[in-house]
């Protein structure tokens, strides 16, 4: 799979970041229109679909996962600043600032599993020809 460049400012504007799930998450929104206009009694025109459902899926882990990291990242260093300045207000009103974007963005998790199942359900029944390879599988419950 491609990787995704992800920068602190993708990270830290949470607008931008829903924004960009958003535009990841169309093939998802779409599903039953784009599954109406597949043939799904074609094993190739599922898979070439399947495909493009799983593209997506890996490009929101990749964003979530990185954003996460560099918020960790940045906290970390902050808590450090922190234990040689325990009374910096500033950095305490910093870091519960970022702690909160995590939580939003830690959030998206739970709305991805959300989405992939929704979006998997509407995929299995309508291709229901097509299997999905084991290993295939468990990367998406995976990510």
């Keep these: 799979m491609e ?7 993708i990270c830290y504007n949470l607008t931008y970041f829903k924004d960009l799930m958003k535009e990841y998450r169309k093939i998802d929104d ?4 784009r599954m109406n206009t597949t043939n799904t009694h074609s094993e190739q025109a599922c898979a070439k679909f399947f495909k493009q459902l799983t593209k ?3 490009k929101r882990g990749q ?3 990185r954003c996460l990291k560099i918020i960790d990242q940045e906290l970390e260093k902050k808590q450090k600043a922190l234990a040689d300045d325990p009374y ?11 702690e909160s974007k995590r939580r ?4 998206e998790i739970t709305v991805e599993e959300i989405v992939r199942d929704r979006s998997l359900t509407v995929f299995k029944n309508k291709c229901r ?3 999905i390879p084991k290993e295939i599988s468990e990367i998406i419950n995976r990510q």
């Design 3 to 9: 990787e995704i460049e992800v920068d602190s400012s």
């Design 30 to 33: 779409n599903i039953i229109l």
């Design 56 to 58: 997506a899926y890996s």
């Design 63 to 65: 964003i979530i996962n």
């Design 88 to 98: 910096d207000n500033d950095l305490k009103n910093q870091m519960f600032v970022e």
């Design 104 to 107: 939003m963005i830690n959030n």
């Design 129 to 131: 020809m097509f299997h």
